[in-house]
């Protein structure tokens, strides 16, 4: 299950003799283009996503990280993950016209939202709402672990506040005020807006729950949280804490620029480190990338088409391109991992890194949101600082030039943003087989599937792609 079918000639036998019950999938996978593969590959990956929520010997409301319970152990309700999953379950509640499926993911929202209140209220290690992960019957894990993680509080809120303006939509502001925010710190998001309004100045673990200090990443997410908690409080007649919120909000953009490095040229993922691991020098990481696509907000901050975004989302295809052999045999797109001295290969940590599927789908999600973001603009300005991005695109008059929307240039310009978005999910493609699971990691020079199998977060941001496609 875990090979690089695609190197291989021989993989329709092979796939065959090792999956006779998916027999005509496996059989017919290699041969589709990206859209067929697409819609093969949706269905299954929702599947998938579905069956790691609730599951068999956990909590009704809890998510896996993955099924895999040794080697490595993700057996856990991780906060971030459960939010980053659950997002797509308020989406699909939000767009299904079947009735029948509204009403499950209906109540697979009400399970979590319970199971996170639990997690709110469960005394842990952290002493507060940054512990990052828990038991999958919701008590408290109590292994050394890095923490605090407080970009997890700040997701688990963003989803939330994602299905509160659902319910609002629908009329029933009831249920929002019953289930989620009352205006008290009884209800769930104003606890996690709360935590998030009066913490994020402190430092806490990233996401790859490594490195202590202030992170890009974190900041982001923190961020997005409370413009969209603000918005939520207004609309609910919470005004004191509406103001609150954005007055830190606000009082978060001048330290998000500061993560801007006039030096490297790019924005680092850490600043102020104060424990964990001390040998990232390049201070290149994508989850800088991951950090504009899920802190996103629509004020133009730090938007898709900023351009130390586009100069550090072309540094670290430039890094992994170099560093990962399987990136220059030919193959589509670029596999992309968490930052060059990455040392976790999906077991251990004493070893080499590797490229990451949900990273290599954030990619392909950035590019499409980043021609979204290009086609509302009058024109593009080739700048010193984002010169190098344009030219990997094939750009090749010099900096300062511009174009104007309309021209053919533009329009081919917006064209090339969208097709290196496919060449990710085409690489995406590549290395899963016919059966639809997707692992944590891509192994840099077989290109195996590795780490944890069935990676619910994988699933999610495969889907997030496809639908910003
Ligand atoms: C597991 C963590 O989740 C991962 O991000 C980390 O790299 C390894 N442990 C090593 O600390
Ligand atoms: C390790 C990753 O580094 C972290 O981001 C994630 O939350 C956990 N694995 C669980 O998937």
């Known amino acids: 299950m875990r090979r690089l079918s695609a190197l291989l000639n021989f993989s329709f036998l092979l796939t065959a003799l090792t999956f006779p019950c998916s027999l005509f999938g496996a059989a017919i996978f290699h041969d589709l283009g990206l859209e067929d593969w697409i819609a093969y590959q949706e269905p299954l990956a929702f599947k998938n996503l579905i069956r790691n929520i609730s599951a068999p010997g956990t909590t009704k409301g809890s998510v896996l990280a993955s099924p895999s319970k040794n080697n490595p152990d993700y057996f856990f309700h991780w906060v971030r993950d459960a939010a980053i999953v659950m997002d797509e379950m308020v989406t699909r509640y939000e767009t299904t016209g079947i009735l029948k499926n509204k009403n499950r993911y209906l109540e697979s929202l009400i399970d979590y939202i319970y199971f996170s209140k639990q997690n709110q209220q469960t005394p842990n290690l952290s002493g507060g709402l940054g512990e990052p992960k828990f038991n999958v019957d919701g008590t408290a894990f109590s292994e050394s672990w890095g923490r605090p993680q407080d970009d997890g509080p700040a997701m688990r809120a963003t989803t939330l506040i994602h299905l509160a303006k659902v ?151 430039e890094a992994f391109y170099r560093l990962y052999s399987i990136n220059r045999n030919g193959a589509p ?48 300005k080739i700048s010193a600082v984002n010169k190098g991005f344009y030219r990997s695109l094939g750009v090749k008059r010099k900096s300062f030039d511009s174009y104007k929307k309309g021209s053919s240039e533009y329009k081919a310009l917006i064209e090339a943003i969208h097709a290196k978005g496919d060449s990710f999910l085409s690489r995406v493609k590549y290395h899963v087989d016919g059966t639809g699971s997707v692992s944590e990691q891509i192994n840099r020079d077989s290109g195996y599937m590795q780490g944890a199998r069935d990676l619910t977060w994988s699933y999610a941001a495969l889907l997030s792609a496809i639908r910003f496609r």
């Open 167 to 317: 319910w609002l939509k629908e009329g029933n502001e009831k249920l929002v005020v019953e289930k989620l925010y009352d205006g008290t710190e009884h209800s769930i998001i104003k606890k996690d807006l709360e935590y998030v309004s009066h913490q994020w100045k402190n430092v806490s673990f990233e996401l790859w729950e490594e490195v202590k200090g202030h992170h890009f990443h974190t900041r982001m997410v923190q961020y997005r949280s409370m413009i969209e908690g603000a918005e939520l409080a207004n609309l609910l007649s919470d005004f004191k804490a509406a103001n609150w919120y954005l007055s830190q909000a606000l009082e978060m953009e001048p330290e998000l620029e500061r993560h801007w490095s006039f030096n490297k040229r790019i924005l680092v993922s850490t600043l102020n480190r104060e424990d964990g691991l001390d040998y990232k020098y390049s201070e290149l990481d994508s989850s800088v990338i991951l950090g504009i696509n899920q802190g996103h907000v629509e004020n133009g901050f730090m938007s898709f088409s900023d351009d130390r975004v586009l100069a550090t989302v072309n540094a670290l295809e």
């Open 333 to 380: 797109g670029i596999a992309m991992g968490r930052y060059p001295e990455d040392r976790y290969d999906g077991f251990s940590s004493g070893s080499n890194g590797n490229p990451w599927f949900l990273i290599t789908s954030g990619f392909a999600e950035f590019y499409y949101r980043l021609a979204t973001d290009l086609k509302n603009k009058q024109e593009i």
